[in-house]
T-cell receptor
């Protein structure tokens, strides 16, 4: 089945130690999103790629970076995680002209010690 | 600008009872509207969406929602709750076919508890 895959599902890192989260998709969608979701809150958009064009939300901290080497893969890099960065990170995809529906992966739960 | 308000951060119903989760939106252009469900430690799963066709939208798991333009509402209902419906539900809006941003704006979510 076509889907959005996130690895790992659970990631533990230490304060200040860089971490990379991965997202891949078999849907061949041209738009990919990264969201941060803290407990009992709605997802918060960090950035998105429209094909190779990167779009950063104005309030996304510089500590968060992203790479999209090809259509299928997208990475979220947290350069120096702080305790406040502990959250669920969600990847989503959308097909241009597909009615704005976003398809979400299962998420990566990040713990910062 | 667009926004979504979900009334009631927590809703409890008995198994077999009607489920009603409320969502009101604001949008400067005709909107697309979505309901997503999130189970613990999972991503968001699309329940249903409204994209300017029929105002009564049927989704998965027996859920449906009705778009009411005059009330700017898109409430989610299910006639008979099941224990497996316990989850967090998010309403979301996008600018639809006449908008350029194409981003989803989410409500703050409603946690549904189903009592035995």
């Amino acid at each position: 089945d076509a889907m959005v895959i996130q690895n790992p599902r659970y990631q533990v890192t230490q304060f200040g130690k860089p971490v990379t989260l991965s997202c891949s998709q078999t849907l061949n969608h041209n738009v990919m999103y990264w969201y941060q979701q803290k407990s009992s809150q709605a997802p918060k958009l960090l950035f998105h790629y429209y094909d190779k064009d990167f779009n950063n939300e104005a309030d996304t901290p510089d500590n968060f970076q992203s790479r999209r080497p090809n259509t299928s893969f997208c990475f979220l890099d947290i350069r120096s995680p702080g305790l406040g960065d502990a959250a669920m990170y969600l990847c989503a995809t959308r097909l241009r002209g597909g009615g704005d529906t976003q398809y979400f992966g299962p998420g990566t739960r990040l713990t910062v010690l | 600008a667009q926004s979504v308000t979900q009334l009631g951060s927590h809703v409890s119903v008995s198994e077999g009872a009607l489920v009603l989760l409320r969502c009101n939106y604001s949008s400067s252009v005709p909107p697309y509207l979505f309901w997503y469900v999130q189970y613990p430690n999972q991503g968001l799963q699309l329940l249903l969406k409204y994209t300017s066709a029929a105002t009564l939208v049927k989704g998965i798991n027996g859920f449906e929602a009705e778009f009411k333009k005059s009330e700017t509402s898109f409430h989610l209902t299910k006639p008979s709750a099941h224990m497996s419906d316990a989850a967090e539900y998010f309403c979301a809006v996008s600018e639809g076919s006449s908008g350029s941003a194409r981003q989803l704006t989410f409500g703050s979510g409603t946690q549904l508890t189903v009592l035995p």
